[in-house]
């Protein structure tokens, strides 16, 4: 999604601003641009790769010290170069933006009728107009001026022609970092833009204002008193950039699996809360209820988890789209834990949900979450981290059957303290977590067949994925990999619902993908088979090796290995996502950047 990188410097700053566009580009973009001052602000800006726009900078001699850029992923207004950032006021001010200006419609109604003039479709062009109008020899004092104004969420970089020794930033609900430099300093919104540039990063706070220049850095609260953030050493990860022998990157991560489980574990000795923090004994002692709050890929890691929490720990569990819970009246309980699941700790959603939560008194909260400096892992009491490593590919994968792994943990840690678990059953569920990393190898290799069925699968226009139990989150999330990179239409029952409704879709064009793992729903579900069976339609069954389902007339089946008893969830998901991504690759669609997503959320 949208990335911000700015900076002052008294070397040419271009390279800098660039290289940061490309380590965010995985996140998805539309468009993007540059801004420089140098004997007046100077632009570039591209619908197409950051690439492109390094090559149309390097033609014409592009250079400053001063200077922002952006990557868009459109909301307001089309991907077209007039919407793409930085936008211009008058020639004076710069400005890109992250975030959704929702009172954007007014204040553009206000400057026009003060004479300025808009060239854009996006809210954005209206913070440039409105910090120039506000303009009165300090750019600061615009800009906190400025987003006083505003309505939203924010994270902007803005320089302009009076003052061009100087970035201001601001931020509110989007996040911006400050890096500091010798002699320069910067500004992204996110760390990972400064790799390579300086490792010395501090967190702006939502309301902070930050004014940079080539020596100095002041950060200033909501209240524009002027406020220490802590500096912390942030060390570049593994950019995990390199594709060795995988085509993309999304395989690649199918394919890390195994690793990323087993550094997810790696430590894990015996079960017990502090894995989840210092304070997490404290906490868990008191704890009634789980309340789960994610999106996407990572909300179905929690849907799963709920059918562990209740039959394992006995602990009551509600999942909740983090998008709907914000702005739905609930029940609030302080004795509940609100777990985070959120592979990015970004997610302007699950962000925004937090916030509520704690808004209504609920202080007991938990991250889990893939990267270390994000907000969600700064603003949640507990963490988990799961060590997928970088995730580059848009569709989720390696992160999600983390997410599980560290969910089932809680499950146990819960089962522990609540005499559900004993010493016995404790050993034997921490080897079979051990040997996870083993289990997915063998249902890896699978592939071949996969990818003989995604030949008879790609052309379909629709599919239904069916699954029971803690399998039906896995059937959801099956038929949203599907949608996200082949762009096959397909929606994900739990079978007994089939039916309710869908049944009435069935025919010999609707391929039903069946998830058949050998548990006690078997044999219901083996007559959701036939009810689909008989009317025509072709079934698509993973089914675990003692289940004894066959291959006969209209159903085709992959045999699994044997059933793997709860965590059986983790492993039947790899075939779903090695269905997807070789529909994908037989449509020849760009599997790591699907068309319209973008990999890190951060407008709402
Ligand atoms: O970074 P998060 O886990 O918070 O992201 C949540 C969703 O945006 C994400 O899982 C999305 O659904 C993925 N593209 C799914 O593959």
């Known amino acids: 999604?949208?990335?911000?990188?700015?900076?002052?410097?008294?070397?040419?700053?271009?390279?800098?601003?660039?290289?940061?566009?490309?380590?965010?580009?995985?996140?998805?973009?539309?468009?993007?641009?540059?801004?420089?001052?140098?004997?007046?602000?100077?632009?570039?800006?591209?619908?197409?790769?950051?690439?492109?726009?390094?090559?149309?900078?390097?033609?014409?001699?592009?250079?400053?010290?001063?200077?922002?850029?952006?990557?868009?992923?459109?909301?307001?207004?089309?991907?077209?170069?007039?919407?793409?950032?930085?936008?211009?006021?008058?020639?004076?001010?710069?400005?890109?933006?992250?975030?959704?200006?929702?009172?954007?419609?007014?204040?553009?109604?206000?400057?026009?009728?003060?004479g300025y003039?808009?060239?854009?479709?996006?809210?954005?062009?209206?913070?440039?107009?409105?910090?120039?109008?506000?303009?009165?020899?300090?750019?600061?004092?615009?800009?906190?001026?400025?987003?006083?104004?505003?309505?939203?969420?924010?994270?902007?970089?803005?320089?302009?022609?009076?003052?061009?020794?100087?970035?201001?930033?601001?931020?509110?609900?989007?996040?911006?970092?400050?890096?500091?430099?010798?002699?320069?300093?910067?500004?992204?919104?996110?760390?990972?833009?400064?790799?390579?540039?300086?490792?010395?990063?501090?967190?702006?706070?939502?309301?902070?204002?930050?004014?940079?220049?080539?020596?100095?850095?002041?950060?200033y609260d909501r209240n524009s008193a002027k406020v220490e953030r802590e500096v912390r050493i942030v060390k570049a990860q593994d950019s995990g950039a390199d594709l060795g022998p995988y085509r993309h990157y999304m395989q690649k991560e199918i394919f890390e699996q195994p690793r990323a489980i087993a550094d997810t574990l790696e430590g894990v000795a015996a079960v017990t809360p502090e894995l989840f923090g210092d304070d997490a004994a404290a906490v868990f002692a008191h704890i009634d209820s789980v309340l789960i709050l994610a999106c996407g890929t990572s909300y179905y890691a929690g849907l799963t988890a709920k059918y562990w929490l209740e039959a394992i720990a006995k602990l009551p569990t509600q999942v909740e789209i983090a998008s709907e819970y914000r702005y739905r009246e609930t029940v609030p309980n302080p004795r509940t834990l609100v777990v985070l699941i959120s592979q990015s700790g970004e997610t302007a959603d699950t962000l925004a949900a937090l916030?509520?939560?704690?808004?209504?008194?609920m202080s007991e909260t938990l991250a889990i979450c893939n990267a270390p400096t994000s907000a969600m892992v700064r603003q949640t009491k507990l963490t988990y981290l799961t060590r997928a490593g970088v995730e580059i590919g848009v569709a989720s994968t390696k992160a999600f059957?983390?997410?599980?792994?560290?969910?089932?943990?809680?499950?146990?840690?819960?089962?522990?303290?609540?005499?559900?678990?004993?010493?016995?059953?404790?050993?034997?569920e921490l080897r079979h977590l051990r040997h996870l990393p083993v289990a997915l190898q063998s249902v890896l290799s699978l592939e071949p067949q996969i990818i003989a069925w995604a030949d008879k699968f790609a052309h379909k226009e629709h599919a239904l994925f069916l699954g029971r139990g803690s399998h039906f989150p896995i059937a959801l999330e099956g038929a949203l990999k599907l949608k996200e990179?082949?762009?096959?239409?397909?929606?994900?029952?739990?079978?007994?619902?089939?039916?309710?409704?869908?049944?009435?879709?069935?025919?010999?064009?609707?391929?039903?993908?069946?998830?058949?793992?050998?548990?006690?729903?078997?044999?219901?579900?083996?007559?959701?088979?036939?009810?689909?069976?008989?009317?025509?339609?072709?079934?698509?069954v993973f089914a675990d090796a003692d289940t004894h389902i066959q291959s006969s007339d209209g159903i085709f089946v992959i045999r699994m290995p044997e059933n793997y008893?709860?965590?059986?969830?983790?492993?039947?998901?790899?075939p779903l996502q090695l269905l997807a991504y070789h529909c994908a690759l037989a449509l020849g669609n760009d599997v790591d950047k699907p068309r319209n997503l973008a990999k890190s959320v951060t407008v709402e």
């Open 1 to 114: 999604m949208c990335g911000i990188v700015g900076a002052v410097a008294s070397r040419d700053i271009v390279p800098v601003l660039i290289e940061g566009l490309k380590r965010l580009e995985y996140r998805g973009y539309d468009s993007c641009g540059v801004a420089v001052f140098n004997d007046g602000l100077k632009r570039a800006r591209s619908v197409r790769r950051v690439h492109d726009l390094d090559t149309q900078i390097r033609e014409t001699g592009f250079a400053g010290t001063t200077g922002i850029s952006h990557t868009r992923w459109a909301t307001h207004g089309a991907p077209v170069t007039v919407n793409a950032h930085p936008h211009f006021s008058r020639d004076a001010v710069a400005v890109v933006h992250n975030g959704i200006i929702e009172n954007y419609e007014e204040i553009r109604a206000d400057l026009r009728a003060a």
């Open 117 to 219: 003039e808009f060239e854009s479709q996006t809210d954005t062009e209206v913070i440039a107009h409105l910090v120039n109008h506000l303009y009165k020899g300090d750019l600061l004092m615009a800009v906190q001026a400025a987003v006083t104004q505003l309505r939203g969420a924010y994270a902007i970089a803005v320089f302009c022609q009076d003052e061009p020794h100087r970035v201001v930033g601001a931020r509110y609900g989007s996040p911006m970092v400050v890096g500091l430099g010798d002699g320069e300093n910067f500004v992204a919104s996110d760390a990972m833009a400064l790799a390579g540039t300086t490792d010395r990063i501090l967190y702006l706070e939502d309301g902070d204002a930050v004014d940079v220049r080539q020596t100095q850095v002041t950060v």
């Open 355 to 361: 916030k509520h939560a704690q808004s209504l008194g």
């Open 401 to 428: 059957t983390t997410q599980l792994a560290a969910l089932f943990l809680l499950t146990l840690t819960f089962a522990k303290l609540r005499g559900h678990l004993s010493e016995a059953a404790e050993a034997a």
């Open 485 to 540: 990179i082949s762009y096959i239409h397909a929606e994900a029952y739990a079978a007994g619902e089939l039916k309710h409704g869908p049944l009435a879709l069935v025919t010999d064009q609707m391929p039903v993908v069946t998830i058949a793992p050998n548990d006690a729903l078997l044999e219901k579900l083996k007559s959701n088979i036939q009810e689909v069976r008989a009317r025509g339609g072709q079934l698509f």
């Open 565 to 574: 008893g709860a965590l059986s969830p983790i492993l039947h998901v790899v």
